[in-house]
């Protein structure tokens, strides 16, 4: 059966854009955006789709990726319209009318987000005007166009921003707060430590002196944080690339500026300089001194303890690295076991796919790992590529070091490596709290890279 | 009720059994009465053409279920030397991680080197929703085989790909002719049909039309054919006794064990919602006897069904001594568990037929299940043999349920159908509903390892596991004692789970 694809406002992309196969993914589709809504509490997305659609984004973000649990409103609680051959033929704007409905008479939540699938997004439902209809009641609902064919989880996270910014947060012309950040940052989710390492970065921008949005996950206050985004002062982004669109589009329309900070910090050095940078930025910058020489006096004396172990270990440490993960962590990880552990980069991949207008940026970043170490990234989705990149990679005599998903479980057994799993699918992991940033996540970083080194001929 | 190989996609199990996904007007008896292979409740309102007509509810409001591509990723992905191309958007191949990590338990628990699963997703973008995918398709079934080296390849296609009417039979047919090895295009769009089994129909048609030896030179006497699905092989220790050879497919099958279906002596199978088209098909088409039997659950079945495996092959004197000597060993311990099971009530939600045997299992150890829910309800399977009747059986063996439901995996059902009869613990399959459970202070027995209530050996594996299970009761009443639900307070106040979809007829 064919259906006509409708004509879409918004045009097509170039010919130029073209994707290749993809073997063993390592991110969703833009509908896993579900999860960045169900990421906010009391927030619940609609998923309209197909009927596996909804279950297969969350089954991989929140299960085979940590354990993490899909959330109060996520998970199996989405409600999902299950597309049929009726929807396909008909459209399914009705059914969608119908299932919003029966929605705000069964949940209660502080806001829904529709999120469609590439059904909808094909046979060209008019979602908008549904969502408006329920809008125009006063119901807490705003709508996203996600169809999986437009993306993946990254761009979808920035849809679903957006439509909320637009359709919920809505217009502001009061005065701004001094001291009040919105962060943009990791993905949730699809980060498997992401609530950890949130809740870390809100207490490093809280010790500097400032207050924050964090608006994703369990440290976060909910739809109240989304309604003072305007307040602000400006916006943090502390990621390479992810939250750009969403402040430049914050910038517009609030006239707030935005900081963009390409490393999330992991350990003291980055810590250090990453939150003279902000502070400087916010007019925090006498504070920040003073937090940073208590966190530096506690995380030396950690780091102090280690050395006895990390100079005198006789079975071998790793000294080379390799690592495969999305640019955020691919960078912060990379930096750190450059400047903190002493360890040499021998494979730098970066695997969400940035668009292609940051990647030059990016690859600057990676340049300048160290003042000494240059390193060059390359940008793969494709497992099967990347496991050839990183199999040709020169190891010296040493054991690898991988920081990279499930995926390479067989790879690092071949390699006779130490596999840390860090990146989405990271199935053989259980994560709730656990962090890798900052001053305290650095720490439980160094502990399970050396725990898993010390543990493998166990 | 005869099934049709030649075209190359399979019909619904909709169109071919009459199944439905919602049904909630009481017991057991009841719709297995409606169903009586094929009589109907006598009102017509069903869809089925073939099958008996049952009438289905219909809730406007739906929580996400699962769809025949993912059941086909998991079925192909897991055959060891074949690869899966994902015709579609990123989207249908995030089943991935979880489906590896189905795979390489199963290995691990089937005693092979673990390894990740092979599928490759054809990554289909905007720029391909308008001008198609099928040289994208061709270009990834070419680098399939360059990398791999299979002995097949299967290709899963999707709602985009169905939409846009990319030609995937000639796609597929065109490089199969330049590689040289069978590439089956498996049917299995999401949007056409309501129950994700469709997906192991869908397979199975692929596998029937493409690999399977059409000719086959030399029947194999002694080669029985078992549809399984990811769990512990049980089933060639248990054949063994019976001078018998287990050809397990397709988890964990190679194209070589496929291909040889058609010598065997006879198909058989623990799970009928599974192998209903497999069994059927290979009887029809390839003239190798589908076991027409109960499913191996309990002492009751589990004798028919060996029995008939006997008889199938000739081995009714050592059946008869093997069943005998697995009584002795069983019956003793069975009677120990039932002691210790003694005054438990259990609720049982999974698939259709697995429920059923599920059922017959936790009342062989005495416990009480006043409520069922199963996922589906295929009224009739294809081979239509009453001996298959499961839900006939259930009632027949070991009395009616009084609360059983059809419903398509809802979390916000369970809450009121667990109000219903508040039992110890749920025995379940499928992730989504556990959590729920977890809420209201109830532990639930995942039952991931698909061999580990059957046969005589079943009965001891669920009784201990349950023993086990109730110890973490301490941690679900902690957690309910502090956590909420999403639901409204009148949903929650709700007595009837399909409240929504009554009122929608009414
Ligand atoms: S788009 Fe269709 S085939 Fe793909 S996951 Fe969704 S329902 Fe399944």
Redesign the pocket.
């Known amino acids: 059966m064919v259906v006509a694809l409708k004509e879409r406002g918004d045009g097509l992309p170039g010919a130029a854009e073209q994707s290749g196969p993809i073997e063993q993914l390592r991110y969703a589709c833009s509908m896993g955006a579900m999860q960045t809504a169900a990421a906010i509490p009391r927030v619940i997305p609609i998923t309209h789709?197909?009927?596996?659609?909804s279950d297969?984004q969350h089954n991989a973000l929140t299960a085979a990726n940590g354990y993490q649990g899909g959330g109060w409103g996520g998970g199996g609680v989405a409600p999902s319209s299950n597309a049929t051959q009726r929807e396909v033929i008909f459209g399914g704007t009705d059914r969608l009318e119908e299932l919003i409905e029966a929605t705000l008479k069964i949940l209660d939540a502080d806001l829904f987000v529709v999120v469609t699938?590439?059904?909808p997004d094909l046979v060209g439902d008019d979602v908008g005007s549904v969502v408006r209809g329920f809008q125009s009641r006063g119901a807490p609902v705003v709508y996203a166009e996600t169809g999986?064919f437009r993306g993946n989880n990254f761009t979808g996270h920035e849809i679903v921003a957006r439509a909320i910014i637009d359709q919920f947060v809505g217009a502001y012309d009061g005065e701004r707060e001094p001291g009040l950040v919105n962060l943009w940052s990791l993905l949730p989710y699809q980060n498997t430590f992401w609530r950890g390492d949130l809740g870390e970065i809100k207490r490093l921008l809280e010790g500097i002196g400032l207050r924050v949005n964090l608006l994703f996950g369990p440290d976060s206050g909910g739809i109240a944080e989304w309604k003072a985004i305007p307040r602000a002062q400006f916006n943090l982004v502390l990621s390479p690339w992810l939250g750009l669109e969403t402040a430049a589009h914050l910038q517009e329309k609030y006239g707030q500026p935005f900081l963009h900070i390409p490393l999330i910090p992991v350990g003291a050095k980055a810590a250090g300089e990453v939150l003279r940078e902000i502070a400087a930025f916010a007019g925090v910058s006498e504070r920040a001194e003073a937090f940073i020489a208590a966190e530096e006096r506690t995380y030396y004396t950690y780091i102090e303890a280690f050395s006895e172990f990390y100079s005198q270990y006789r079975w071998g440490l790793p000294a080379r690295f390799a690592i495969a993960a999305d640019a955020a962590y691919a960078l912060a990880l990379s930096k750190f076991a450059v400047r903190q552990l002493g360890l040499l980069p021998a494979r730098l991949i970066v695997t969400d796919n940035p668009p292609g207008e940051y990647r030059d940026a990016i690859a600057a970043e990676f340049r300048a790992l160290d003042h000494d170490t240059e390193g060059t990234v390359e940008f793969l989705e494709d497992s099967y590529l990347i496991h050839q990149q990183i199999r040709s990679a020169a190891f010296g005599h040493k054991p690898p070091l991988i920081l990279g998903s499930t995926w390479e479980r067989d790879l690092a057994k071949e390699l006779k490596g130490v596999l840390m799993e860090i990146a989405f699918p990271a199935s053989y992991e259980v994560v709730l709290t656990r962090s890798n940033v900052g001053y305290r996540g650095a720490i439980t970083l160094l502990e399970r890279i050396y725990s898993t080194t010390v543990s493998r001929t166990a | 009720m005869a099934i049709n190989l030649r075209t190359a996609a399979v019909e619904t199990r909709e169109q071919r059994l009459g199944t439905i996904t919602a049904w909630d007007e009481g017991t057991a008896a009841k719709l297995a009465e409606q169903s009586e292979y094929s009589r109907g409740c006598g009102a017509g309102c069903g869809v089925g053409n073939k099958g008996s007509k049952l009438c289905e509810l219909e809730s406007p409001f739906t929580q996400g279920g699962s769809?025949a591509?993912?059941v086909v990723q998991g079925q192909a992905s897991g055959i060891l030397d074949a690869v899966l191309v994902q015709h579609?958007p990123i989207?249908?191949a995030a089943n991935q991680p979880m489906n590896n990590t189905n795979f390489r338990n199963t290995l691990a628990r089937r005693g092979m080197a673990v390894r990740n699963s092979l599928a490759l997703s054809t990554n289909l973008t905007e720029r391909d929703m308008v001008y198609g995918g099928v040289e994208k398709l061709q270009e990834t079934i070419r680098e399939a085989y360059r990398r791999h080296n299979p002995k097949a390849v299967f290709i899963a296609t999707?709602?985009?790909t169905g939409i846009i009417g990319d030609d995937v039979e000639t796609a597929a047919r065109e490089v199969q002719e330049e590689i040289g090895i069978p590439v089956v295009p498996v049917f299995c769009?999401?949007?056409k049909s309501k129950h994700w089994s469709t997906g192991f129909d869908a397979i199975q048609h692929g596998v029937l039309r493409q690999i399977v030896k059409k000719n086959p030179g030399k029947k194999q006497e002694d080669l029985v054919n078992i549809i399984i699905l990811s769990g512990t092989d049980v089933y060639t220790p248990m054949l063994a006794e019976l001078g018998l050879r287990a050809n397990l497919v397709l988890n964990l099958a190679t194209i070589e064990q496929l291909e040889q279906m058609s010598e065997a002596a006879a198909s058989v199978s623990f799970c009928y919602t599974l192998a209903s088209y497999f069994t059927a098909a290979l009887e029809q088409e390839f003239g190798v006897p589908e076991i027409k039997a109960p499913q191996p659950y309990g002492f009751a079945g589990t004798d028919a069904w060996l029995r008939a495996i006997a008889r199938a092959t000739n081995r009714e004197e050592v059946t008869e001594a093997y069943i005998a000597r697995e009584h002795a060993r069983v019956r003793p311990i069975v009677e120990e568990l039932r002691e210790q099971l003694k005054g438990l009530t259990g609720y049982v939600a999974m698939g259709a037929s697995f429920a059923h045997g599920v059922v017959v299992v936790l009342r062989e150890l005495g416990i009480d299940v006043p409520g069922t829910l199963v996922f589906h309800h295929d009224p009739v399977y294809d081979s239509g043999a009453p001996e298959r009747d499961t839900l006939g059986h259930l009632v027949e063996e070991t009395g009616d349920v009084e609360n059983f439901t059809v419903g398509i995996r809802q979390h916000y059902q369970f809450y009121n159908l667990l109000q219903r009869v508040n039992p110890d613990f749920i025995v379940i399959r499928h992730g989504g509903l556990s959590p729920l459970a977890s809420r209201l202070g109830k532990p639930s027995l995942q039952l991931g390892d698909a061999s580990f209530p059957l046969g005589y050996q079943g009965i001891i594996n669920l009784g201990a596991e349950i023993l086990a299970v109730l110890g973490q009761k301490k941690f679900h009443e902690d957690l309910a004692a502090h956590s909420s639900l999403p639901y409204r307070r009148s949903w929650l106040d709700e007595k009837d789970p399909f409240a929504l979809a009554r009122a929608a007829v009414a």
Do not use: N
Not at chain 1, 49 to 53: F, H, M, T, W
């Open positions: 789709c197909g009927p596996g659609c297969k699938g590439c059904i999986g | 769809c591509e993912q579609s989207g249908c999707s709602c985009a769009e999401g949007f």
